[in-house]
């Protein structure tokens, strides 16, 4: 017989999550092995930042449109959690701020299908070898997207864009020579661009 359990507590029927934001962990076993685990995010509501644009101590900016309903809320601990196969949240952490915590960002699904899509068919078509992307840009506050001069709109502040390269053959912190021309250079970002706009196109995958 199957059981689930929230936080190590087994749960019969129904479950509420709590009303205070935060990451808690979904198990299901069998009498003999764990055979799922879930992380479940509980959101912050977007009503909590400030006047100041702040969460806690997080600076969150204001939106210029569209205010996103809420955000993940993670701690220092919480970085490593799977938020797909190949992708940990923590990649996705807005780089500001770094030695305060909890931080608070937003990873659309639609994002993280489309990098999985690109990462597999890199493995497959392009022998990248790669178990996962590095994610120079994810999320960024408002805040933050004003401060490095970004667009306005930028869909980053929304979870729902990624800066991403290959770093496999040599794994050496820059780019892989993807285009295979024997230089890394913004050519190989070109070919990643184009790669990843043709195959979205063939997946029918919402454009990102």
């Not at 879930?38 to 600076?59: C, D, L, N, Q, T």
């Not at 990873?107 to 493995?123: C, F, G, K, Q, Y």
Request: aromatic letters at 12%.
């Amino acid at each position: 017989e199957e059981k689930a359990y929230i936080d190590d507590q087994i749960v019969m029927g129904a479950w509420t999550a709590p009303a205070e934001a935060g990451v808690h962990t979904l198990k299901i076993l069998t009498p003999y092995e764990e055979i799922a685990r879930v992380a479940i995010f509980v959101m912050e509501p977007s009503r909590s930042i400030s006047k100041k644009g702040f969460i806690g101590k997080y600076r969150i900016g204001h939106y210029p449109r569209n205010t996103p309903k809420g955000f993940i809320k993670l701690d220092k601990d919480d970085r490593n959690i799977q938020i797909s196969p190949h992708f940990k949240v923590g990649q996705f952490l807005c780089k500001q701020q770094p030695g305060t915590w909890p931080k608070y960002l937003i990873v659309s699904e639609d994002n993280l299908l489309r990098l999985e899509t690109l990462l597999d068919d890199l493995n497959e078509k392009r022998d990248t070898e790669a178990d996962t992307l590095f994610v120079m840009s994810g999320f960024r506050t408002p805040f933050y997207n004003i401060a490095i001069g970004s667009a306005k709109f930028s869909r980053h502040m929304y979870g729902d864009a990624a800066d991403v390269y290959v770093d496999t053959k040599p794994r050496d912190g820059n780019m892989d020579d993807l285009n295979r021309d024997g230089k890394i250079t913004k050519a190989d970002a070109n070919f990643l661009y184009d790669y990843a706009g043709k195959l979205f196109k063939e997946k029918k995958l919402k454009p990102g």
